[in-house]
C-alpha cells in the first residue's frame, strides 16, 4: 500500500538545523511531484516547498526561502527538507505530500518540530 514515511523532526534551538526526510513506498515515486507542507497550532496547513518529478525545479514559500532547501533522490524514493537558521515560528508538524498530473494525492503521518530555547 501507499506509504509516506516523515523523519527527522525534533527540538531545536534557534539558529540550529534539522534535516527532514519523507521515505515512500507503494507508488511511482519518480511521477509525483513532492511537497513539504507545514501546519503550527491554531493555523491552517501551508505550503512549504515543493520539487518536481526530476527534482530540476523547486518552489518555496517566501517565509523560508534561503534557510530551506528541498530536495529528492529517486533512486531511494526519498525527499528532503534541509532547514537552516531555524526560528520560533518554524514550529509546526511537517508534512510530506506526493501528487501526480493525474491528482492522485497521498500525506504522510507528519513529524513535529519545535524550534525553542
Known amino acids: 500500500q501507499v506509504q509516506l514515511v516523515e523523519s527527522g523532526g525534533g527540538l531545536v534551538q534557534p539558529g540550529g538545523s534539522l534535516r527532514l526526510s519523507c521515505a515512500a513506498s507503494?507508488?511511482?515515486?519518480?511521477?509525483?511531484?513532492m511537497s513539504w507542507y507545514r501546519q503550527a497550532p491554531g493555523k491552517q496547513r501551508e505550503l512549504v516547498a515543493a520539487?518536481?518529478?526530476?527534482?530540476?525545479?523547486?518552489h518555496y514559500v517566501d517565509s523560508i526561502k534561503g534557510r530551506f532547501t528541498i530536495s529528492r533522490d529517486n533512486a531511494k524514493n526519498t525527499v528532503y527538507l534541509q532547514m537552516n537558521s531555524l526560528n520560533p515560528d518554524d514550529t509546526a508538524v511537517y508534512y510530506c505530500?506526493?501528487?501526480?498530473?493525474?491528482?492522485?494525492?497521498?500525506w504522510g503521518q507528519g513529524t513535529q518540530v519545535t524550534v525553542s530555547s
Open positions: 505530500n506526493a501528487e501526480d498530473s493525474a491528482g492522485n494525492l497521498y
Open positions: 520539487v518536481a518529478t526530476t527534482g530540476t525545479h523547486t
Open positions: 507503494g507508488f511511482t515515486f519518480s511521477n509525483y511531484r
